[in-house]
């Protein structure tokens, strides 16, 4: 199998998605359980909704394409690799790598903002924000990169298919 264009931009697209549905639900999960009461989810929900519409959208669109490059890299990097799972430990270290760059940046970035929006910037380095962004991170780009790799098996036609699919398995 040999991935085209068409399948590094689903894959990407697939990245996205998945980590802006994480984003939101792991950052009000936390935030919720910071804030010690299930009283406030809801408007927690609102800050983190907003939050996300305004800053963490563009952002990941930015460092989807932006870190795209890099995921280009690592998969031509293993193309003669058979291993799923050296696939998936990769991705996921590309998705750690890039969210952590992210995460940095974000820290120091909010001097420079006020309100809400600042606040929420200046609390992304803090443990219990960070380390659950990471892993959200890195699943995402792993997840991303497994079901394009598993569309694209399924659509191809060469004989080696079923040895593939038969890994995908693993």
């Known amino acids: 199998m040999a991935f085209r264009g068409r399948e ?10 998945t980590f802006n549905l994480l984003f939101l639900v792991v950052t009000t999960v936390v935030l919720t359980i910071m ?11 609102v800050l983190v ?12 669109v ?18 003669t690799v058979a291993s799923i799972r050296r696939h998936l430990v990769a991705f996921a270290g590309l998705g750690l790598v890039v969210g952590g760059l992210v995460i940095a940046i974000g820290g ?17 380095t ?11 991170s890195a699943a995402s780009v792993a997840s991303g990169w497994y079901w394009t790799a598993s ?9 080696q298919a079923q040895v593939a699919e038969a890994q995908l398995a693993d």
């Not at 909704?49 to 952002?59: E, S």
């Open 8 to 17: 590094f931009w689903r894959g990407a697209l697939a990245t996205w998605i």
């Open 35 to 45: 804030s010690r009461s299930l009283q406030g989810i809801f408007s927690i929900l």
């Open 49 to 60: 909704a907003w939050f996300q519409l305004v800053f963490v959208v563009a952002v990941s």
């Open 62 to 79: 930015l460092v989807t394409v932006v870190g795209g490059a890099a995921a280009y890299v690592l998969g031509r990097f293993l193309r």
């Open 108 to 124: 120091v970035w909010p001097g420079t903002e006020t309100g809400e929006l600042g606040s929420l910037l200046t609390h992304i």
């Open 126 to 136: 803090e443990p219990y924000i960070a380390v659950p962004l990471l892993g959200v």
């Open 151 to 159: 569309r694209a098996l399924d659509e191809d036609p060469a004989p």
